[in-house]
């Protein structure tokens, strides 16, 4: 009983909600008046924009060049060339030749006389690392032949003390050595059975 009195009412109050919108749209729609227009028609300006000029050129005038002093003219050179004294204003270096290698090789006789092996270039050999860090010294007796053209050939260690420790770097070292060849008849001439003995010291 209580719940169909309850619908009853709420149909009731939706009844007079609906009715009182409806009135309301009727009244909104009802309601009489023009609309007022707008200000007056959008005005439109034109503005005129400044023509950018061009930038004007300036001109340069090109530099002045000046005209550039006459060279003189070359002097008169009347002499010939068989007049000119061929030892006049020049200088003859003679090489410096010392007293005693000329007189036990031959040097400053006359051309074609026979002259031994002069020593040019010797070079020291190279100090074994191994050996100077655990201070071996020594000597080697090295043989070899000096060509026709003042370089050495068919180098070898004859003899050594201690045995095999320099024997490397005192070949080595006389392969590069160079000499004046020895002279016989004027021509020069492969020469064998030099030797030398090469020693190896801690305190060099």
Same mark, same amino acid.
């Given at each position: 009983m209580a719940a169909s009195l309850r619908n009853m009412m709420a149909f009731s109050v939706a009844c007079v909600v609906t009715l009182g919108l409806f009135w309301i749209m009727q009244a909104?729609?009802? =309601?009489?008046?023009?609309? !007022?227009?707008?200000?007056? !028609?959008?005005?439109?300006?034109?503005v005129r924009l400044r023509k950018d000029t061009a930038p004007a050129e300036k001109q340069r005038e090109p530099p !002045?060049?000046? !005209? +550039?002093e006459e060279a003189p003219p070359p002097p008169d050179i009347s002499m010939s060339k068989a007049s000119l004294d061929p030892g006049e204003g020049v200088g003859t270096i003679a090489p410096q030749i010392d007293a005693g290698e000329a007189l036990a090789g031959g040097i400053g006789m006359a051309g074609g006389a026979d002259r031994d092996v002069v020593p040019m270039v010797r070079i020291q050999p190279q100090? +074994?690392?191994r050996a100077r860090q655990r201070g071996i010294e020594g000597w080697v007796e090295v043989g070899f032949t000096i060509t026709e053209i003042g370089t050495t050939k068919? =180098?070898?260690a004859l003899s050594s003390q201690p045995g095999r420790v320099f024997d490397r770097a005192a070949t080595t070292a006389v392969r590069k050595w160079k000499?004046? +060849?020895?002279?016989?008849?004027g021509k020069p001439v492969e020469s064998s059975g030099h030797r030398t003995v090469i020693d190896f010291s801690l305190d060099d």
């Amino acid at each position: 009983m209580a719940a169909s009195l309850r619908n009853m009412m709420a149909f009731s109050v939706a009844c007079v909600v609906t009715l009182g919108l409806f009135w309301i749209m009727q009244a909104l729609v009802g =309601v009489e008046g023009e609309l !007022k227009e707008g200000g007056g !028609k959008p005005r439109i300006e034109f503005v005129r924009l400044r023509k950018d000029t061009a930038p004007a050129e300036k001109q340069r005038e090109p530099p !002045k060049r000046e !005209k +550039p002093e006459e060279a003189p003219p070359p002097p008169d050179i009347s002499m010939s060339k068989a007049s000119l004294d061929p030892g006049e204003g020049v200088g003859t270096i003679a090489p410096q030749i010392d007293a005693g290698e000329a007189l036990a090789g031959g040097i400053g006789m006359a051309g074609g006389a026979d002259r031994d092996v002069v020593p040019m270039v010797r070079i020291q050999p190279q100090y +074994p690392m191994r050996a100077r860090q655990r201070g071996i010294e020594g000597w080697v007796e090295v043989g070899f032949t000096i060509t026709e053209i003042g370089t050495t050939k068919d =180098v070898a260690a004859l003899s050594s003390q201690p045995g095999r420790v320099f024997d490397r770097a005192a070949t080595t070292a006389v392969r590069k050595w160079k000499f004046n +060849p020895r002279v016989e008849d004027g021509k020069p001439v492969e020469s064998s059975g030099h030797r030398t003995v090469i020693d190896f010291s801690l305190d060099d």
